[in-house]
């Protein structure tokens, strides 16, 4: 059965540093997402994606997220400059239909980023 | 802010009882979906609810969405130990790509 991968499963960074993690949505899949959780809270919304844009972003989604679909096949989620507030799991999921629909979206196993 | 609340928070029974966890919102959603997470792992779907009033079935749980569709139940029949996880319900509203989480029900289903 198709499924959404992410890598890597841990990343561990200094405050202030970049990192870029990684997923591969389900191939016949046209959105795209993140989602973080931090520890012992709800998941929550950052960004859609679709059509090689962004479809929609909540408000913690600010100015040191980014999002990208470099090739045919992956999607990241780059974040400028970490802060120790960044550390959570970090989950992709995809969906094949558009936004009118209302299709269910698949998620990764998820990353766990821990900023020191 | 819409909000999803789901009770109980925190549930445990003894293996063989029924149960029933809520989802409820002032706020009508496209669709409503249920999720299982392990620790450590992403969320898994169940079930994707879309019409009023809909019932689905998945082996021992029956999932019902609100004729009015601001709120949805799931009903465990004869618990087993591995039924044991988190449990979210996840909406959706129209017009809208993100889905708004509840935060969960713990479920502990004793041997």
């Known amino acids: 059965e198709p499924e959404v991968t992410q890598t890597p499963s841990h990343q561990v960074t200094q405050m202030g540093q970049e990192v870029i993690l990684r997923c591969v949505p389900i191939?016949?899949?046209?959105?795209f997402y993140w989602y973080r959780q931090i520890l012992g809270q709800k998941v929550e919304f950052l960004v859609s994606f679709y059509n090689n844009e962004i479809s929609e972003k909540s408000e913690i989604f600010d100015d040191q997220f980014s999002v990208e679909r470099p090739d045919g096949s992956n999607f990241t989620l780059k974040i400028r400059s970490t802060k120790l507030e960044d550390s959570a799991m970090y989950f992709c999921?995809?969906?094949?239909?558009?936004?009118?629909?209302?299709?269910?979206?698949?998620f990764g196993p998820g990353t766990r980023l821990t900023v020191l | 802010t819409q909000l999803l609340e789901q009770s109980p928070q925190f549930l445990s029974i003894q293996e063989g009882e029924n149960l029933t966890v809520y989802c409820n919102s002032s706020s009508v959603f496209s669709s409503l979906q249920w999720y299982r997470q392990e620790p450590g792992e992403g969320p898994v779907l169940l079930v994707t609810v879309v019409t009023g009033g809909e019932v689905k079935k998945l082996k021992r749980l029956t999932f019902q969405f609100g004729d009015a569709r601001k709120d949805s139940s799931l009903h465990i029949t004869a618990a087993q130990p591995g039924d044991t996880g988190l449990y979210l319900c996840a909406g959706t509203k129209r017009g809208a790509d993100g889905l708004t989480f509840g935060k969960g029900t713990h479920l502990i289903i004793q041997p």
């Open positions: 999921a995809s969906s094949e239909e558009s936004r009118r629909s209302t299709d269910t979206q698949y």
């Open positions: 191939s016949n899949h046209l959105y």
